[in-house]
């Protein structure tokens, strides 16, 4: 985890989480590409990869290994998770939960927007992301 996913976990995440299940962040001896966050939910389990970026950046990169891991997931029918904090300088941060479609195929932070399940302004509403990653989209 880059020093950005590490602070939006302790700053965002960590306490925060506990509100809707038991979460973990995941040390990665556990295997090339394993996600940032493991949590329970309901006695469902959950993986959350965590992404930093700013505007400036314009990108939400994904390496090889974690591709892999998303695609390998969605071949067995599993729905991963990409929680991704953009921040910016004259505004609040945003927060895109990507689960449904994560574009492994780009970097491009407008396409990552455009596909995002939903997106926060401010803050991450915990019941919301409850439900998408027990129930996925309601779109």
């Known amino acids: ?16 989480l506990k509100q809707i299940g038991a979460a973990s962040r995941v040390e990665n001896g556990a ?9 329970i939910i309901n006695g469902q389990c959950h993986w959350i990869e965590l992404k930093y ?3 400036d950046e ?3 990169t994904l390496r090889p290994s974690q ?10 029918g599993y729905q991963t998770a ?16 990507n689960r449904s479609e994560v574009p492994v195929y780009t970097d491009k932070l ?8 939903v997106v926060w302004n401010k803050n991450i509403d915990m ?6 990653l027990l129930h996925g989209a309601q779109k």
Not at 5 to 16: A, G, H, I, M, P
Not at 31 to 39: K, L, R
Not at 67 to 76: A, F, G, S
Not at 112 to 117: C, F, K, R, T
């Open 1 to 16: 985890m880059n020093k950005g996913e590490q602070k939006f976990w302790r700053n965002d995440l960590q306490e925060q």
């Open 31 to 39: 295997g090339i590409g394993t996600p940032d966050v493991h949590i």
């Open 53 to 55: 970026t700013t505007i």
């Open 58 to 60: 314009g990108k939400v």
């Open 67 to 76: 591709k892999m891991w998303q695609k390998l997931c969605r071949n067995h």
């Open 82 to 97: 990409v929680l991704t904090r953009v921040d910016c300088s004259t505004r609040p941060a945003q927060y895109m939960l």
């Open 110 to 117: 407008e396409v990552w927007a455009w596909s995002a399940d």
């Open 127 to 132: 019941f919301e992301l409850k439900e998408y």
